[in-house]
């Protein structure tokens, strides 16, 4: 697969994201950036603790570049069960932080489905990101290995 499909196809879900959020003013107040925060630093820091940094780099830069990594599989399979973890780890923390500054029942509410986003966040890198960022690595090496046969 061509690296610009493999941009455009990412551009048009994050389009659709932004567009559901700009839709509407409420939901775009709403959105959870603490939450986002949390999700995405447990997530590439658990990678680059399982890892290092060179080795995280390296796998996304050839996915992206469509050359099969030597371990980007490996990294890309591990960040996918970051995002989910880490996104419920993160709306856990929003839970406990919303509870011990509850004010009023309708800010409680409030608070905690917007923690609850944390999950969503978590659900997005791992699905649409990181699972095919694995699956591009993976079409590569195969693309790789039918060549060199």
């Known amino acids: ?42 997530t590439f820091g658990g990678l680059w603790a399982s890892f290092g940094h060179r080795r995280v780099f390296a796998a996304f830069a050839s996915a992206f570049a469509g050359r099969a990594g030597d371990d980007g599989s490996a990294v890309l399979s591990r960040a996918r069960v970051l995002g989910w973890s880490s996104g419920g780890l993160a709306c856990l923390v929003g839970v406990l932080l919303e509870l011990s500054a509850m004010e009023s029942p309708a800010a409680l509410a409030t608070g905690l489905a917007r923690a609850s986003l944390s999950i969503l966040y978590g659900a997005l890198l791992a699905e649409l ?20 046969v």
């Open 1 to 42: 697969m061509h690296a610009a499909s493999r941009w455009i196809g990412l551009s048009f879900c994050g389009a659709l994201v932004l567009g559901a959020l700009a839709s509407r003013d409420s939901l775009a107040s709403f959105a959870d950036t603490r939450g986002l925060g949390l999700t995405l630093g447990l």
């Open 129 to 148: 990101v990181f699972a095919n960022l694995r699956h591009w690595v993976a079409e590569d090496a195969r693309g790789a290995s039918s060549r060199a």
